[in-house]
């Protein structure tokens, strides 16, 4: 299964989504002659560990079976609505950096095997950062010309819960979703500045949480759809040249690992989001950053393509 939310004429609305097409939920509920319609005002009540998951996937069998023909019509064009960031205010955004071998070296690191180390995990402000698929990023005015792509797999929590077993982590994993943790790989702040110890951490981190800077999308692929997030392709294309090719196969913390590091500190919420870190082919290693007018699309095996524009701040 594959939930989106989508707005038309004003309305945003969850569908089943098809890559060129969606079929609401609700207009699917009320084809079917439903004596209740189908509640799909949050996409986590259709996914695992949601009230409405049974349901939701009875539909969608119907959807793809019997009412195939009735829902024909109901079909609408991903070309006539904009989509929607499909889980627009978790509790907690959580991000990784250097999950990907060859990312870490290609930035001049050492990679290290998992035992060796553990996950490095940071935090971005969701409300200001999550962006829609199709709605451009905006190359920040306080450091313009350092603006890089990140593709990554991103997890949704359907089922939380502290001291998270590796082994039991996947269970309450509700779906999978696309993100492009955009970087301000050369942002310094105060030209003047006094160097202390750490003004290199914080440069890093402050270039991560420029507004705009999360593109997530097109939709949540739900478990039965992404059936080992460890084997999924990876593809971001910049202006329609490849820029990175890899596999999830190549994480050094593989999802369930990621999980269980993380629910060791903080408690995990229905809803948490966490993003996987990027594979190699950054801007930075080539010197190639974006700029207004740019466009990327974002590709994951059996979710979708992310497709994030870009333009100046105004």
């Given at each position: 299964m ?5 707005e038309?004429n ?10 060129d ?51 024909e ?9 904009q989509?929607k960031?499909?889980n627009?205010?978790?509790n ?14 290609e ?81 310094h ?12 951490f ?87 950053y974006?700029?207004?007018?740019d ?20």
């Open positions: 594959r939930v989106c939310r989508f038309q004003g309305e945003v609305k969850a569908g089943f989504y098809f890559d097409y969606v079929v609401p939920v609700q207009a699917a509920s009320e084809a079917r002659g439903d004596a209740e319609v189908l509640d799909s005002s949050c996409l986590l009540r259709l996914l695992p560990h949601g009230e409405n998951h049974q349901a939701a996937s009875d539909l969608l069998n119907w959807v793809n079976s019997d009412g195939a023909a009735a829902c019509s109901l079909q609408i064009s991903c070309s006539e609505i989509l960031i499909p627009p205010r978790p907690k955004l959580f991000l990784l950096a250097g999950n990907y071998a060859k990312h870490i070296e930035g001049g690191g050492t990679a290290r095997e998992r035992e060796e180390t553990f996950p490095y995990v940071f935090m971005k402000p969701a409300s200001t950062t999550l962006t829609d698929p199709g709605s451009a990023i905006k190359i920040p005015k306080v450091n313009p010309n350092t603006t890089d792509w990140e593709l990554e797999l991103g997890i949704v929590i359907g089922k939380g819960g502290k001291h998270i077993s590796e082994a039991d982590a996947l269970s309450h994993v509700a779906g999978y979703t696309i993100f492009n943790d955009i970087s301000d790989r050369g942002y702040p105060n030209e003047n500045r006094k160097e202390r110890p750490k003004d290199g914080f440069d890093w981190l402050h270039g991560k949480w420029h507004d705009s800077f999360c593109p997530c999308g097109p939709c949540i692929a739900s478990p039965d759809t992404v059936t080992d997030p460890q084997a999924l392709a990876l593809e971001l294309k910049h202006n329609g040249e490849v820029r990175q090719d890899s596999n999830t196969a190549e994480m050094v913390f593989p999802v369930a690992a990621v999980i269980e590091f993380i629910s060791q500190s903080v408690t995990l919420e229905p809803g948490d989001m966490i993003s996987t870190g990027t594979a190699a082919g950054v801007g930075n290693t080539t010197k190639t974006l700029k207004a007018g466009l990327m699309h974002a590709s994951i095996d059996s979710i979708g393509t992310l497709i994030t524009p870009v333009e100046d701040e105004a």
